[in-house]
């Protein structure tokens, strides 16, 4: 039941769904708790991302009230994440200089571009595209990116400098080469911020501890002066409120940001319609996906008109909201406001913060996204998952998240025509099967029934598949044929489709069968399939069949009245 619901009495609501008087405080002690929990993160994924800290600032404030008002999940955050902050960087790095003035226009232009994708989606209905992003390519896609991040908060939380912007093997080789100049107290602060970030969440779990150890890290290095030991800081932040802006580039360059703003969407979309319609199922209540997807374009277009960068959503903190006992949008209308009175009052607090702190919080962050939990698993269940999912992970990490994203689409690709290709195929046994039994399936070599072979095809019949249909036929025939077969029928109840090539496919086994003297049927004949093999004249000459057991039965019976002495019925009686 919805939380809407109490006793059988509505409860007044307010403005957002989900709100009402009741949960009013609730929600408002849910959203302090996102504000500490996103605060730290979005600092350290601007940083990832090749951005000054205040464009993960604000993007808590309008793209996020812009998500709140018009989205259709109650609790889905939305935000950028570590690996929407990955492919920020690796798709501009070549286009501009991380830090610099162009680079960030260029960042606004790219969330704009996503943000038109999302309309598009939203308008068309394509948000089924994101379901070519199995499971297991995500799986490999983002843990990928994670190793990448990974390697670059190392460096930090060592205080050795590394160039952010080159290959994974090239930073890689850089830090091994310079670990000698690694930085004692930048080690220290990185060892107790995850201390108490891993501790702290054993003890109490209600307990921002990321915002914590950053307190406790910025005091340490103010009070004890360990700027001047060499323990690199967050910096100078620009202060003020969010302006409304408009990215300004030629047409050449918005075109070169169209393959990674693609590459976001389609990501984004992946995971942030997966959530939604998860906690919607999970806590009673109606998600509009195409609305989600209007409010995820909304999201985007407000982040690159103020300041921000891609919005996407984030799994972790949803998940916080939901064992916070948030059901509304409230939290995120909170951060909005708290955030804007930091950028405006308080952005004096930030210059002190320790790199190695914000390295710390982020590699809490991403180790669970390597996925290497969900990689051994793949390998115990499904080889060939694992191995779309060590592509997808190798290609991300060593090729680049945009080959790698396209990478992904064409293993999903192949993966389902494989799956097509070679679908199950099985011969019906009626013999010996108790009265109004489901038929058992029998391998090929046995008969339905005396003189009668029944073939199940597990899939609609279409270009990849349709040699298959027929090889599985012959098969069938030839391997019943020392059985004296007379009867040839299609199980058609999960054939859903006949594409041309299909149906030439049916047509050319239709006669190879007639051919050899035997006949041809359907039975469980859809309705809208029965048209298609109208449209195809592939019903001429068949009988079609409205069950299996009808189709034996009246088989049967026809083969007794030829040839009384030469069938029996299926239960092993004489036919009458």
């Keep these: 039941m919805s939380d809407d619901v109490m006793s059988g009495q509505p409860r007044p609501r307010l403005i957002l769904p989900g709100l009402t008087v009741h949960n009013l405080s609730r929600e408002l002690l849910a959203g302090v708790t996102l504000l500490a929990i996103a605060l730290p993160v979005n600092i350290g994924y601007a940083q990832i991302a090749g951005l000054p800290a205040t464009a993960g600032l604000y993007a808590l404030i309008v793209p996020a009230v812009v998500w ?36 960030a226009t260029l960042a606004l232009a790219q969330a704009i571009i996503g943000g038109v994708m999302f309309f598009a989606c939203a308008v068309f209905r394509l948000g089924f595209l994101a379901n070519f992003l199995s499971k297991p390519i995500l799986t490999g896609f983002v843990g990928g990116l994670a190793l990448d991040i990974l390697l670059d908060q190392v460096a930090k939380m060592l205080g050795v400098k590394i160039a952010s912007g080159e290959d994974f ?42 915002l914590v150890a950053l307190g406790l890290a910025t005091l340490a290095t103010t009070a004890f002066g360990l700027e001047a030991a060499g323990v690199a800081v967050l910096g100078r932040v620009q202060a003020g409120a969010p302006r409304l802006t408009w990215p300004v580039l030629d047409w050449g360059t918005w075109a070169a940001l169209i393959p990674s703003a693609a590459a976001l969407t389609i990501v984004a979309m992946g995971e942030g319609l997966l959530v939604s319609r998860a906690y919607g199922a999970k806590r009673g209540y109606r998600v509009n996906l195409n609305r989600d997807l209007f409010a995820f374009g909304a999201a985007n277009v407000a ?52 790199s190695p702190a914000i390295g710390a919080i982020i590699t809490v962050a991403v180790v669970p996204l390597l996925g ?122 999960a054939i859903t489709d006949i594409d041309v090539t ?31 093999l109208a449209d195809f004249a592939l019903d001429a000459g068949t009988t079609t ?26 239960d092993g009686t004489a036919q009458a």
């Design 303 to 354: 982040a690159g008109a103020s300041g921000a960068f891609t919005m996407g959503s984030s799994t972790s903190r949803t998940a916080a909201m939901d064992q916070a006992g948030s059901r509304t949008q409230v939290p995120a209308l909170v951060t909005a406001a708290a955030t804007l009175l930091l950028v405006v009052f308080g952005t004096g607090v930030l210059e002190h913060i320790p």
């Design 169 to 210: 093997l090239v930073k890689l080789g850089q830090l091994i080469t310079r670990l000698p100049t690694l930085n004692g107290w930048s080690v220290l602060i990185s060892a107790g911020s995850i201390a108490i970030i891993l501790v702290g969440r054993r003890l109490l779990g209600r307990v921002p501890w990321a």
């Design 68 to 103: 709140a008002l018009f989205a259709s999940s109650r609790q889905l955050v939305a935000s950028p994440d570590a690996a929407a902050s990955a492919l920020v960087a690796s798709s501009l790095g070549g286009l501009a200089v991380a830090g610099g003035k162009d680079y």
């Design 502 to 532: 299909g149906a030439e496919s049916v047509a050319a086994t239709k006669q190879w069968v007639r051919d050899r003297g035997l006949t041809f049927g359907y039975c469980r004949v859809r309705p809208d399939l029965a048209r298609i």
């Design 545 to 570: 069949y409205g069950t299996t057991r009808d189709a034996i039965a009246r088989l049967t019976a026809l083969d007794a009245a030829v040839d009384p002495d030469a069938n029996t019925a299926p």
């Design 372 to 493: 290497f939990r969900e990689m051994a698993a793949l390998w115990r269940v499904r080889k060939f998952e694992f191995a779309v999912a060590a592509v997808c992970f190798l290609s991300s990490l060593l090729i680049g998240p945009i080959q790698g994203i396209l990478i992904a689409f064409v293993l999903a690709l192949v993966n389902l025509a494989k799956r097509a290709a070679d679908p199950a195929v099985d011969v019906l046994n009626a013999q010996g099967a108790a009265p109004g039994a489901i038929l058992p399936v029998q391998s090929n070599g046995f008969v339905s029934a005396p003189g009668i072979v029944v073939i199940r095809f597990a899939a609609q019949v279409f270009f990849a598949n349709a040699s298959a249909f027929k090889d599985a036929v012959q098969t069938a025939v030839l391997a019943a044929a020392p059985t004296e077969l007379r009867h040839v029928v299609i199980d058609c109840e």
